[in-house]
């Protein structure tokens, strides 16, 4: 064994490298706005080639109709996740509707009013409406325009054996499901703590079109008449200008154990919330506005950087899960899309984000507490809007420190679990992807975010402009991509079997959707 090895296994206490470290399970979701040529959002249905967007296990819509969200299977395999990924994109492009094409950056296209913005329709069941009334209410609390910005989730968890393996490693008697959700929790809080570094590594958001602002308060500069972004920004999505409310400050999420989340999360699903009783459950007509009046309608719509999941039968709600079976996998939300990448990811990055990820989790994670939440939210805010900033100072443990000394600190330290995953694989490619993101911290203007705004600048481009060239590019890439045959064959099952599962569900609807609104509204857990 080699003395890096041993230092690295030294450093999180371990004995060994098992080779079943190398089988983490990985999953990716990637949101996309369909756009017109002329760089609008488009208007159109969701494509009938692609199946239903309620029952397609690969292919649905998040908030809008015009936003797709491609889903790859979980795998242990990084090469066959981008493959799959990259072929769920070439069947989406050869089924878009003439001249429609994926817009390929975070924020928005040419997007001027709410009425612009299609909410995303799946159909007549009790369970589709209520998709369909959950994006209507979001859109009387936040506003439309907030739920147009797409980015990357990223799915990953660790397979039982190296449960099994690390519980004996900590010589821990708790049952298997207790272990590794204190674990998932403990990689949650450090996650936290560290997220600012992925922010600032793979920002790619540091401007927007003007008519995203309309009528909002900013504090953004003017880069062309078009244009407005922060001279250092790495990722406005992540900012005021994206998921932020002050409802969503109200509430405190703790992740000290699973009850302590399960109960902040149930408080604001049974909890009224003033402004949204003005909106009011009804207008004046009847028409439903949103699904309820308390301060989050359903656990989805509170807005965090990762979030801790389960998979179960449909209608179970998530806390429900969580609280049955414990955290089977975690979600990474704080990722942009990459417009010079065709996928917005590529093998790099998840070599990276494997090696941050198995750092939070086993590296040293103290109970979190209300000071530190505040010394987090603010360190994220700053290296939002001004990341790139020479000499920018951050926050950690009280004690100022600049961004460039604490993320090159933090590297070397995630440069362990990068060694414990190579020695895992037999490869290399962890340290390597390692080294890729120190230069960016050594010279900023590698980062996504600064390559965005010199390209834009150098080619007196608008933000739109700069969108609709390198969306135009990526069709062109994958236009000119064959996919298999027998992965084309999966494909069209797939979305004839969604349409076929939708249309068997719907008809064996046998409740009004008032009577199941109601039953959903009255929560217990």
């Given at each position: 064994m080699s003395d890096t090895l041993q230092e690295s296994l030294d450093r999180f206490r371990l004995p060994a490298v098992k080779s079943t470290w190398a089988n983490i399970h990985r999953g990716i979701e990637k949101e996309s706005l369909r756009v017109t040529p002329d760089g609008r959002l488009a208007q159109t249905e969701h494509p009938r080639a692609l199946g239903s967007a309620f029952t397609h296990p690969y292919i649905t819509?998040?908030?809008?109709?015009?936003?797709?969200?491609?889903?790859?299977?979980?795998?242990?395999?990084?090469?066959?996740?981008?493959?799959?990924?990259?072929?769920?994109?070439?069947?989406?492009?050869?089924?878009?509707?003439?001249?429609?094409?994926?817009?390929?950056?975070?924020?928005?296209?040419?997007?001027?009013?709410?009425?612009?913005?299609?909410?995303?329709?799946?159909?007549?069941?009790?369970?589709?409406?209520?998709?369909?009334?959950?994006?209507?209410?979001?859109?009387?609390?936040?506003?439309?325009?907030?739920?147009?910005?797409?980015?990357?989730?990223?799915?990953?968890?660790?397979?039982?054996?190296?449960?099994?393996?690390?519980?004996?490693?900590?010589?821990?008697?708790?049952?298997?499901?207790?272990?590794?959700?204190?674990?998932?929790?403990?990689?949650?809080?450090?996650?936290?703590?560290?997220?600012?570094?992925?922010?600032?590594?793979?920002?790619?958001?540091?401007?927007?079109?003007?008519?995203?602002?309309?009528?909002?308060?900013?504090?953004?500069?003017?880069?062309?008449?078009?244009?407005?972004?922060?001279?250092?920004?790495?990722?406005?999505?992540?900012?005021?200008?994206?998921?932020?409310?002050?409802?969503?400050?109200?509430?405190?999420?703790?992740?000290?154990?699973?009850?302590n989340y399960i109960d902040s999360l149930y408080s604001a699903l049974i909890t009224p919330y003033p402004p949204y009783e003005q909106i009011g459950a009804t207008d004046a007509s009847g028409k439903r506005l949103q699904m309820n009046t308390n301060l989050l309608q359903l656990e989805n719509e509170f807005y965090a950087t990762i979030r801790p999941k389960r998979v179960g039968e449909g209608g179970q709600r998530p806390l429900q899960l969580l609280k049955a079976g414990g955290i089977q996998y975690i979600e990474v939300r704080a990722l942009d899309l990459n417009p010079f990448l065709p996928l917005g990811i590529d093998a790099e990055q998840i070599h990276f984000l494997d090696a941050f990820l198995l750092y939070c989790l086993l590296a040293e994670s103290p109970e979190c507490h209300q000071a530190e939440n505040r010394e987090i939210e603010k360190n994220l805010s700053l290296t939002v809007n001004r990341g790139r900033e020479p000499g920018l100072m951050l926050t950690r443990e009280g004690e100022a420190i600049s961004l460039q000394q604490w993320a090159t600190q933090l590297l070397g330290d995630i440069r362990h679990s990068a060694k414990l995953l190579d020695s895992a694989h037999d490869t290399t490619a962890y340290n390597s992807a390692l080294s890729q993101q120190q230069a960016k911290v050594d010279e900023p203007e590698n980062t996504p975010s600064a390559k965005i705004l010199a390209m834009m600048k150098a080619q007196q481009m608008p933000f739109c402009k700069f969108g609709m060239q390198a969306s135009e590019n990526t069709q062109k890439f994958f236009k000119e991509s064959a996919i298999d045959a027998a992965r084309l064959a999966e494909f069209k099952a797939a979305s004839q079997h969604s349409v076929d599962e939708h249309t068997a569900g719907e008809a064996a609807e046998d409740s009004s959707f008032d009577e199941f609104l109601a039953r959903w509204n009255d929560y217990h857990i």
């Open positions: 819509t998040d908030y809008s109709e015009a936003l797709l969200e491609l889903i790859t299977p979980v795998s242990d395999s990084i090469t066959e996740t981008l493959s799959f990924l990259g072929d769920l994109h070439k069947y989406v492009y050869s089924n878009l509707p003439d001249g429609e094409r994926l817009w390929v950056s975070s924020m928005p296209c040419l997007i001027e009013s709410d009425e612009q913005i299609p909410l995303a329709r799946y159909g007549s069941s009790n369970m589709g409406q209520l998709k369909t009334l959950y994006r209507e209410g979001l859109g009387h609390r936040y506003g439309r325009l907030m739920q147009t910005i797409a980015g990357i989730h990223y799915n990953f968890s660790m397979p039982d054996n190296f449960w099994e393996q690390y519980r004996e490693m900590q010589g821990s008697s708790e049952d298997l499901q207790t272990f590794r959700t204190r674990n998932y929790l403990h990689l949650i809080r450090n996650f936290h703590r560290y997220s600012w570094l992925l922010v600032y590594l793979f920002g790619a958001s540091p401007a927007v079109c003007k008519c995203f602002t309309k009528d909002r308060p900013h504090d953004l500069q003017e880069l062309d008449e078009w244009t407005l972004y922060k001279p250092h920004a790495t990722c406005l999505r992540m900012g005021d200008l994206g998921y932020k409310s002050d409802a969503q400050r109200s509430i405190f999420v703790c992740y000290n154990d699973l009850n």
